[in-house]
């Protein structure tokens, strides 16, 4: 029978094989339905930047420009290709948070159940199915908890400098990662543990976190800081907000609302419990990332990559305090509920179900009430509708450019309204052969006009009066839809523009904006 955390940690056990098991199973769960309905907007446009390596992007840190660019060389450009490191991406994510359990002194079923909890939670399947950079945002916040883990445990002081290299790394990757750093330095200053103030380690750690992070910075110092400018532009217009109480509500969505009681039992553990006060500076954490969020307008699932050291807490509170103390039967009846509800909502939170079935399962959990962006949806949520339509549209457009006389469409220019429509023309145009495309949307913008003078422009997303005020013959070449596609991109009418009333190059200002 399993009893009270172990008080001498440094007598711990190794970690538990399911927390391996678990690790591979989520791995293999996304191999099975990555590939399923098409590419989101952003993964094209991730590509795209990737073909632009830079130390920073208007609305993303670098990295995961890098790793689109890396993926691709290694493995191709298929949808499984793209989606191979995201998938990856489950497994320590899962090992982490057995291995937190065991840190904490979590005996067997506290960390196989901490490595479940997260296996099963909607929003880490939702991040780990498409590439973006929050597939390795909870990677990076959590290797740093981690690390913290086992100094507050008397580790290593040195092992600062390894936090400093994540943190710096995870700088990189999302900008939020500084966020969690504030939370991490109040989370110290607020309890007794402001005693690692005093240690050099810490201090050169942060400093190398800051040297890894300098490229990305003075690139935003250099370009009059656009990441700030877009984040004014986008919260509180693009961005949905909700009150404060609603952000909180949202927050049990994330997880599944039946681990709640875990999650929040790990919250208890580390603020209040005998045996897990000496953690809490994560409870701290916690609690001023979530502040920091709901007073900046946060998206709703900003706050998910710290879950998992609250499940892998809650985990070991509840071997502690409830498991340890009853009978038998109630693992398996705490754990049946939770994997049950887990079926039911994975398919909300990745592309399983057959698309005709997945718009009435969406539908009938309302899942187009929670939105995380003001845009107007169709059948799918926004999630699944921008897996739509990008295929299409290039195909549109080939056709449209192979209707052109040889010597046109040589001097012909592709220019589209949003990123999305741009970098699948990037994405998918070199079979047709199609040029690149420009657009004025964020980095598309920045990259500018690329040459082009605009005399012959084929173009995409725009309306017919906007582009008239641009051209003198503006003419309708095929309206386009697609049946799940968000109704931003469908119909969409492909114009064939000639006769510029501006070179293209001297009115880029007037195409370009942020969004």
């Given amino acids: ?64 420009a ?45 960390q196989f159940f901490a490595a479940l909890l997260v296996l099963l939670a909607p929003i880490y399947l939702t991040f780990d199915n498409f590439l973006s950079m929050n597939a390795f945002e909870p990677v990076f916040w959590m290797t740093c908890a981690a690390i913290v883990l086992r100094i507050l445990n008397g580790g290593n002081p040195r092992l600062w400098l390894l936090f400093g290299i994540v943190a710096g790394i995870g700088i990189l990757n999302k900008h939020s990662m500084l966020f969690f750093l504030s939370g991490i330095v109040a989370g110290l200053f607020f309890t007794p543990a402001r005693k690692q103030f005093a240690r050099l380690e810490l201090w050169a750690g942060f400093l190398i976190a800051f040297l890894i992070f300098l490229p990305n910075l003075l690139w935003e110092i250099h ?38 009681p875990f999650w929040l039992a790990g919250l208890y553990f580390f603020l209040l419990d005998r045996d897990g006060r000496k953690y809490a500076p994560l409870g701290y954490c916690y609690l001023i990332v979530l502040l920091e969020m709901i007073l900046l307008h946060g998206k709703i699932y900003y706050l998910a990559p710290a879950y998992i050291m609250l499940l892998a807490g809650g985990a070991v509170a509840w071997q502690q305090n409830v498991f340890s103390r009853a009978a038998s039967w109630l693992k398996p009846a705490v754990v049946t509920p939770l994997i049950i509800s887990a079926i039911i909502a994975a398919p909300l939170a990745m592309p399983i179900l057959p698309v005709e079935m997945a718009v009435k399962y969406c539908a009938f959990f309302g899942v187009q009430d929670v939105k995380v962006e003001n845009v107007p949806l169709n059948s799918l949520p926004q999630l699944f509708g921008d897996m739509f339509g990008w295929p299409q549209q290039v195909q549109a457009i080939a056709r449209a450019l192979h209707s052109l006389p040889a010597d046109e469409q040589s001097a012909a220019t592709l220019l589209a309204y949003n990123y999305g429509e741009a970098a699948a023309i990037d994405y998918f145009g070199k079979s047709y052969g199609l040029p690149k495309a420009i657009s004025g949307h964020n980095q598309y913008g920045a990259w500018g006009p690329r040459g082009a003078s605009g005399d012959l422009v084929i173009a995409i997303g725009f309306s017919k009066e906007r582009l008239g005020r641009a051209f003198a013959q503006v003419t309708a070449f095929e309206t386009i839809s697609h049946a799940y596609a968000l109704p931003e991109e469908s119909p969409l009418t492909i114009y064939i523009c000639r006769n510029p009333r501006k070179n293209l190059a001297a009115s880029w200002n007037e195409w370009t904006y942020l969004d």
């Fill in 223 to 260: 370009h009059d800081y656009p990441t700030i400018a877009l984040l004014r532009t986008v919260i509180g217009t693009k961005y949905a907000t909700v009150s404060p109480l609603a952000y909180i509500a949202e927050q049990f969505l994330l997880v599944n609302p039946l681990a709640a």
């Fill in 66 to 110: 890098l790793v689109s660019r890396v993926s691709r060389a290694l493995f191709g450009d298929s949808l499984f290709a793209l989606r191979l490191l995201p998938a990856l991406s489950a497994a320590p994510k899962v090992w982490l948070a057995g291995w937190m359990a065991r840190e904490m002194g979590g005996l067997r079923f506290a």
């Fill in 1 to 64: 029978m399993e009893t009270r955390p172990l008080k001498n940690l440094s007598t711990r056990p190794a970690l538990d094989y399911s927390v391996y098991l678990l690790a591979v199973l989520g791995v293999f769960v996304h191999f099975l339905f990555n590939s399923k309905y098409g590419y989101f907007r952003d993964e094209l446009y991730y590509a795209a930047c990737g073909e632009h390596l830079a130390w920073g992007y208007v609305d993303h840190a670098p990295l995961v």
